[in-house]
């Protein structure tokens, strides 16, 4: 068998069981990887099934709560006999909670999407940073950010708090990249174009905004993205060939930033 990439290691991913976070979770396990996956909703997960049994450990919780990611690193380091890295995928949109363009945005819009998507990773990648410094050992931190954080669209995607947090997830991990360097603690963010998860819906199920997307992003005959198109992007920056490469943001979107699009 050939070296697979993530061979022995050992990763928490932070909304693991659905969606971006369970086909990367899936991804990592394919690669060597043994997993805990944290959600929310872990019954009717596939990481649920007996093939991953021995590969896989799913951890019930709201990544909002500050003390969950610091409980799910100590269970990977006792269940796996170690841990490597952690992956926040956990988020999402706040237009139920009143996210949207800044004249209607509520306090409550704006506060609850800061708490599901800043806040929330802010608590996990303190734990892991906690959890490296006190072992003494190098580590890995991948975060999830989203084009809408540098390149806005706003006839069609115009959730300002979500885009403020997404600016802020890139802002925060370069920040902390640099601080931690000389630790040998990696940290680099993820940013997709419009992926067909179950917060999308609303743009999946638009025949208007699917034509806009099939020039804003072109590869692959201008498509929704799907979770497993970002899967070798997670692989490669949470294994040891990317040991090298920190304090960086790599789109996977389809083409989103380079193209225009239409309206």
Known sequence: MANQWLQNKKIVIIGGTHGLGLSAAKACIGEG????????????????????????????????????????????????????????????????????????????????TLDLNLTSLMFSNRAAIQFFLDHQQPGVILNMGSVLGYSPSPKYFSTHAYAACKAAVIGFSKSIAAYYAANNIRVNVIAPGLIKTP??????????????????????????????????????????????????????DGGWTVSEGQY
């Open 33 to 112: 990887a043994k997993v805990m996956a944290v959600g929310r909703d872990i019954n009717d997960s596939e990481l649920s099934a007996t093939a991953y049994s021995k590969t896989a450990w799913l951890m019930k919780g709201d990544a909002r709560s500050e003390s969950l990611a610091k409980e799910a690193i100590e269970k990977c380091a006792q269940h796996f006999g170690g841990f490597d890295g952690i992956y926040h995928v956990a988020g999402g949109s706040g237009r139920k909670f009143g996210d949207g363009p800044l004249h209607a945005m509520s306090l409550e819009g704006w506060q609850q």
């Open 199 to 252: 917060m999308s819906g609303r743009a999946s199920g638009d025949e208007a905004i699917l034509e806009f997307i099939h020039s804003k992003q072109p590869l692959d005959g201008g498509r929704i993205g799907f979770p497993e198109d970002s899967d070798g992007a997670a692989v490669f920056l949470l294994s040891d060939l990317a040991r090298f490469v920190t304090g960086q943001v790599i789109a996977v």
